[in-house]
Structure formats: structure tokens, C-alpha cells
């Protein structure tokens, strides 16, 4: 029998490769059997002893782009959401605009008073009578955890600005809760202070079935970096005009104006946003 081979994660661990893993990852972002079973073999064909986890997944980026644009930017989501840095503000327009899809009214980079002193806050979320107070760590490196250090600093800060604002009339009949939101992972010792100090803790797969990833892809929440029909620089433009997610292209379709590109351009790039917003028809 032959041994299985053995790939290197992002983290610098070992594992043996996995075919199964690989089929189900095509499936999640909706391509068919047909095209499942041709990347499979062109994959097998290619792999090599040691080789990263980061090159498979662009060799398997590659030969999905060949065939729907779509279904490449669903896959590519984890390294889309990496091209919301290297600063992570987008990262904090991103989360936010998420927030909001949930019924909250929200604002970015606020400096908030607190009981001692003034605290940054990421996104202060506002609605259902409570107010949460959401911390972005964003990390460029999918081998960089965020260990326990960060929910300890939160809550710390949280609990300032609450103690400040229980004092304030305007605040009567509100609750308080700090979230923690991650781009990567989270410790185990993270995790299990987060959820002892009572904060709310979202990494890219925590909670399981409720992780970032698995918000972004039920609510059709993707990045505009994951779009595959435009390059680098007419995402930045997209960004640098506070549309972080491919809904707001839809909402606000003007603004493909800017971009400065061709009818042909502008068709498929508006046919990649109506696949992954599932919103119809995206005019302009």
C-alpha cells in the first residue's frame, strides 16, 4: 500500500493530504462533479511530497477559475478576506456592514469614554435594546492565533465602558456585551476565557456552524477582494470608496463608474456579483 503523502499547513505542520477534504471544499462553493472530479485528477497528478497547503489551494484556485469566476471567488474566500489588510480597517468596515445586516445600526472607530479613560472601539453596534462593543483582530498570516491576551485586554476595556455608561440615564434598559472577531483562529485558552468572562467569540470556524466563514457564505456576505473579474488595484478603489462587501456593488452600482473598465468588463463583473450576492439583477 502506498504511504499517504504528506502536505505542510500554514502553521508548519504535517498531515497527510486528503482527497475527501478536497472534494468537500469544491462542493461548499457549489461546483458540480464533473468539475469536481477534473480538478481532483489534475490535483492528484501534480501534488508533491511537502508541498504547502497554500500552493494546493492555488493550483486548485487556478482550475476552478476556468470554469465560473463565481465559483473561484467562494474558494478563494479565506484569502480574500487576508487582502482586507494589510491594515485591517476594511476588515472593520467588513465586520460592521455584517452587524448591520442583522439589524443593528452601527459605527466604525469610535472613541468611547470610559469609567477611566477613552477606549478605541472597533464597531459599537446599536438595536434591540443593547449595545455591543466589537473588537477586530486581524492578522495577514493564517498561522497567527489569537491567544488569550486579546479577550483578557477586551473585556478589560468593556467593562470600563460599561461601568461609564450604567451611570448615564441615556443608557437605561440597555445591555452590554463585548465581541471578540477574528480573521484566523483562536487559542483553546482564548476560547475558554472568552467564554468564562462572558464575551462573544467569532473566528473563522468558531463557533462551529456559526464561525465567520460560515456567516459570510449562508448570508451571501462576500468580500469585494474575492471578486475575480476586477484586479488588485480596482479593489482598492472599491475599498477606498467604503464598499467592503460585493451586496454594497448592487446596492450602489455607480460606483463601478470608477473602476474605469470596459462594457465587456463591467457585464462579467456584475454576473460574479449577482452569483455571489444571490440579489438578481445588479443594474449599472
Request: proline residues 4%; glycine residues 6%.
Amino acid at each position: 500500500m502506498n504511504q499517504p503523502l504528506i502536505i505542510t499547513k500554514a502553521s508548519g505542520e504535517k498531515e497527510p493530504f486528503s482527497q475527501e477534504k478536497l472534494v468537500n471544499s469544491l462542493k461548499r462553493v457549489g461546483a458540480d462533479n464533473k468539475i469536481i472530479n477534473k480538478i481532483s485528477d489534475e490535483l492528484s497528478n501534480w501534488l508533491y511530497e511537502g508541498v504547502s497547503t497554500k500552493k494546493i489551494y492555488r493550483q486548485a484556485f487556478r482550475l476552478l477559475q476556468k470554469h465560473k469566476s463565481s465559483t473561484a471567488a467562494r474558494y478563494k474566500l479565506k484569502q480574500a478576506i487576508m487582502e482586507l489588510g494589510p491594515t485591517g480597517y476594511p476588515f472593520e468596515h467588513f465586520i460592521g456592514q455584517i452587524v448591520k445586516h442583522f439589524g443593528f445600526e452601527i459605527k466604525v472607530g469610535q472613541i468611547v469614554q470610559g469609567h477611566c479613560v477613552r477606549h478605541e472601539v472597533d464597531v459599537v453596534a446599536t438595536g434591540n435594546n443593547k449595545q455591543i462593543f466589537v473588537e477586530c483582530k486581524f492578522y495577514n498570516s493564517q498561522g497567527k492565533y489569537a491567544n488569550v491576551r486579546v479577550p483578557l485586554y477586551i473585556r478589560s476595556r468593556v467593562d470600563d465602558i460599561i461601568k461609564k455608561r450604567e451611570m448615564n440615564p441615556e443608557f437605561n434598559n440597555i445591555s452590554f456585551q463585548g465581541w471578540v472577531v477574528t480573521n484566523t483562529r483562536f487559542t483553546s485558552d482564548a476560547i475558554d476565557y472568552g467564554m468564562c468572562a462572558g464575551l462573544h467569540m467569532i473566528s473563522w470556524d468558531y463557533p462551529a456552524g456559526q464561525g465567520l466563514k460560515d456567516i459570510i457564505e449562508k448570508e451571501n456576505f462576500f468580500p469585494v477582494t474575492a471578486l475575480t473579474t476586477i484586479n488588485t488595484l480596482q479593489k482598492k478603489i472599491l475599498l477606498d470608496s467604503g464598499i467592503v462587501i460585493c451586496r454594497q456593488v448592487c446596492q450602489n452600482p455607480e460606483v463601478l463608474k470608477k473602476l474605469e473598465i470596459s462594457p465587456r468588463k463591467r457585464k462579467d463583473l456584475r454576473e460574479e456579483v449577482n452569483d455571489l450576492c444571490n440579489c438578481g439583477n445588479c443594474n449599472g
